[in-house]
């Protein structure tokens, strides 16, 4: 089974940019999404003609932020799908979370809470570390009753020096602050293992996102912040994992993992 993890930072800019043509090459069996920025309603009429894929679409009011999409190969068995936690419904109106669950597994596709300005630091930091504790619980609560879990995202957060391009200039930067890396490792010391550094653990300069300014992707300067997650007792199932970073069409790359199904 290949499974795709892309933030195209707006699923109709994208689209003008090969997404179709890119879907159709690689063929995966399930591609999550994160920053869809489009109504559901806008991308079926506008942008979307793969007619073998059911999806998942998680949207609200206005078409400019977060939202989540998972589209998955209409011969899955796929038992039942959400888009948020029950016990959080700011989360849930934030449009931050899609969910499918086959027999084998289940399958988390979230966008993790960003900020962008010092003036949002002390809100959005309190509503990114609750929304870390969340997950971890939720996740934990999956684990325990006997599921397997893989979690894709974009994280929003890069989790060690291995990961960024330039550690040393960014201590004290968004998205690298040692209170935010700490959740990730809490998150990881919870059953779970980031299946790029377990497959690569000394690789670098592989990145996932890349500003547009100062010319950072054809330089190669800038941060791995998409994942893909499982809980230890599934990581025999994964075969491949690979950051295609060839692939244009948005600031971050897609994340391609192959398990065994």
Partial sequence: MKIITWNVNGIRA????????FVQSESPDIICIQETKAFEDQFLKEVWNLDWYHYVWHAWTTA????????YKKELDILNWRNHFDDVEHFHSDWRIT??????????NWYFPN?????????????KLEFYDKIIDYANKLVSSGENVIITWDFNICHEEIDIARPKENEDSIWFLPIERA???????NWYIDVWRKFYPEKRDVYSWWSYRAWARPRNIWWRIDYFVVNKNFLDKVT????????????HCPVKLEIKW
Wanted: negative net charge; proline residues 2%.
């Fill in 64 to 71: 400019w932020y977060a939202w989540t999409a998972i589209f």
């Fill in 183 to 189: 959740k990730v490792t809490e998150l990881l010391d």
């Fill in 99 to 108: 969910e499918i669950k086959t027999p084998d597994f289940v399958l988390l």
């Fill in 14 to 21: 994208v689209v003008q940019k090969w997404f179709k043509d």
């Fill in 240 to 251: 491949w994992i690979e950051y295609m970073t060839q692939i244009m069409g948005s600031d």
């Fill in 115 to 127: 900020w962008w300005t010092r003036a949002d630091w002390t809100e959005m930091l309190t509503y």
